[in-house]
């Protein structure tokens, strides 16, 4: 059993027209770091963290969990995707859903490589969980990150300010299993 209920972890590799979603492997630790330590990458996420202190830190084999998926593009990984459920204490309006997060390389952006990913996700989601509302966090400054979550389908919830910013949820209604 995960925080993804009873889905069994890992599960065979996602393949797409261009990437592969698989679990973390050793041979990712320093893009995990990489990723981390990223000024760029974590622009609205509070900033980045210490390089070497991330060295001391992540394991190694980082990222091993459930919903964990290394984002892979030709035997490289140039990010991740992220599903678990939403904290107990969190807003409300995510409390329980399953949240969805997303992490790429700067040299991986402008491709549609997020949303390729994201997508494959989300569709996997779909087949093992069907009918599971996603929720999704960005600050509404990353217009980016504002565009993927329209594209993917997630609708505004609501707006709240957190972390010195103003934050935008987004609910992405379940997928109706087909008949």
């Given amino acids: 059993m995960t925080d993804l209920g009873p889905v069994a972890w890992p599960p ?21 770091i990489e990723l981390l330590a990223s000024p760029e990458v974590h622009t609205y996420l ?3 963290r210490p ?9 190694g084999v ?3 969990w459930p919903g964990c998926f290394v984002v892979d593009l030709d035997g490289a990984m140039i990010g991740e995707i ?11 309006a995510a409390v329980g859903k399953v949240d969805l997060g997303y992490l790429f ?15 494959a996700a989300l569709d996997w ?3 093992i969980l069907p009918g599971e509302p996603v929720v999704l966090h960005t600050q509404t400054a990353n217009v980016s990150s504002m565009r993927l979550a329209a594209k993917l389908g997630f609708t505004e919830v609501e ?14 209604s379940p997928a109706t299993p087909s008949d």
């Fill in 125 to 127: 989601l779909d087949g």
């Fill in 82 to 92: 992220l599903l678990r459920r939403a904290p107990e204490h969190g807003r409300p």
């Fill in 62 to 64: 980082p990222g091993q």
């Fill in 12 to 32: 065979a590799p996602i393949r797409t027209e261009r990437l592969v979603l698989r679990e973390p492997e050793a041979r990712d630790r320093a893009a995990f």
């Fill in 105 to 119: 390389l700067p040299r991986a952006w402008g491709f549609g490589y997020a949303a390729e990913a994201c997508a």
């Fill in 159 to 172: 707006r709240f300010h957190a972390w010195d910013a103003e934050q935008w949820l987004g609910l992405r």
């Fill in 51 to 59: 390089h070497d202190e991330l060295e001391r830190e992540v394991p």
């Fill in 46 to 48: 509070g900033g980045p």
